[in-house]
T-cell receptor, first 114, second 114 residues
């Protein structure tokens, strides 16, 4: 049974056209993350939520925003996608703050920018 | 600061041969260490983790890893490679300060030859 679900799996957008990626979870975890992963690279953390508390990484561009309307859902908004934003976007969850807790990843959304 | 180094961006083994993927970490406090596997166009899946206790950790799919504090290493091994093991493998570290951030290594792509 899918626990972290990302929609869509593949997204194509045009340069500068806003796009929203969706993540939902059935685990009732408190923490949700968004990562950007470019080809043959490690995932790079963009931001995370602990409940409704939003935490932005210092080097995350302003072009990237996020919303978490409730425990189950989290959205990644890219306001004006550039060619350099083409990547796999991974959503992950973690039950608590504890560093020993496992992160559960969704299958990712591959974003193409034309 | 914490960091993770994976030696070898690509490793190639023959089917049935030993798999050894190397990971060294840097941490000023006791680390929690993870290995994740990523298949093409998929999210990351936890293979195994070390938090406390026994330093030899067994994971899924026949993989295991040994935490060696003196060598600051957490190498991943499997006695006999299968074709289905071909994937990208990421070593990661978190620290026990209630922090949310996981530091990933750059990844090692494993190729398995028939």
């Amino acid at each position: 049974d899918a626990m972290v679900i990302q929609n869509p799996r593949y997204q194509v957008t045009q340069f500068g056209k806003p796009v929203t990626l969706s993540c939902s979870q059935t685990l009732n975890h408190n923490v949700m993350y968004w990562y950007q992963q470019k080809s043959s690279q490690a995932p790079k953390l963009l931001f995370h939520y602990y409940d409704k508390d939003f935490n932005n990484e210092a080097d995350t561009p302003d072009n990237f925003q996020s919303r978490r309307p409730n425990t189950s859902f989290c959205f990644l908004d890219i306001r004006s996608p550039g060619l350099g934003d083409a990547a796999m976007y991974l959503c992950a969850t973690r039950k608590t703050r504890a560093s020993t807790d496992t992160q559960y990843f969704g299958p990712g959304t591959r974003l193409t920018v034309l | 600061a914490q960091s993770v180094t994976q030696l070898g961006s690509h490793v190639s083994v023959s089917e049935g041969a030993l798999v050894l993927l190397r990971c060294n970490y840097s941490s000023s406090v006791p680390p929690y260490l993870f290995w994740y596997v990523q298949y093409p166009n998929q999210g990351l899946q936890l293979l195994l983790k070390y938090t406390t206790g026994a330093t030899l950790v067994k994971g899924i799919n026949g993989f295991e890893a040994e935490f060696k504090k003196s060598e600051t290493s957490f190498h991943l091994t499997k006695p006999s490679a299968h074709m289905s093991d071909a994937a990208e493998y990421f070593c990661a570290v978190t620290i026990n300060t209630g922090g949310f951030k996981t530091i990933f290594g750059a990844g090692t792509r494993l190729f398995v030859k028939a």
